[in-house]
């Protein structure tokens, strides 16, 4: 038997805290969506102010990171590159969902939805630097 770390609800409180902190800091209203390593939301937040998409958006920016073990943007990238058979996918290939990567491990991913994408992104690494001190968002060999 293969034993790893897992998500749970605590991390996922201290991420929201931590990312609802950030954006205040910076005047934000975000919606931030936590999810576990096989993509079902283990938490949620909106912000007063957020607009009624963004929740769905954030669920699907972590979606995206928790089933591929990628960051978002990396999806992205690829898409504005060239590599247009990545849009065929059930992804949503648009920065802001970031893996969350312990021990070598995804245990889940985070998205963020409400500002610029490069904005979402800071609240996601801000919440979990915040429950993750030596986390990474890419799987040693990536």
């Keep these: ?3 790893k770390p897992v998500i749970i609800l605590d991390d996922a409180k201290k991420m929201l ?3 609802e902190a950030e954006a205040i800091k910076n005047n934000w209203n ?3 969506a936590i ?3 096989a993509g079902i939301l283990v938490a949620l937040h909106r912000m007063d ?3 009624p998409g963004n929740p ?3 669920i699907q920016k972590a979606r995206t990171s928790a089933l591929t073990q990628r960051s ?6 690829w898409v504005n590159g060239g590599k247009i058979s990545s849009t065929t996918m059930p992804l949503l290939t648009v920065r ?3 893996p969350i990567i312990i021990e070598g491990e995804c245990v889940g991913s985070i998205g963020v939805s409400g500002v610029a994408s490069h904005q979402d992104e800071q609240v996601a690494i801000a919440a979990i630097a915040a429950a993750f001190p030596n986390y990474s968002t890419v799987r040693p060999g990536d």
């Design 17 to 19: 805290a931590a990312g």
């Design 96 to 98: 802001g969902g970031l």
């Design 49 to 51: 102010g957020a607009r």
């Design 72 to 77: 978002s943007k990396i999806w992205e990238d």
């Design 56 to 58: 769905e958006i954030a």
């Design 30 to 32: 975000i919606v931030i």
């Design 1 to 3: 038997m293969r034993l």
């Design 35 to 37: 999810l576990d390593d």
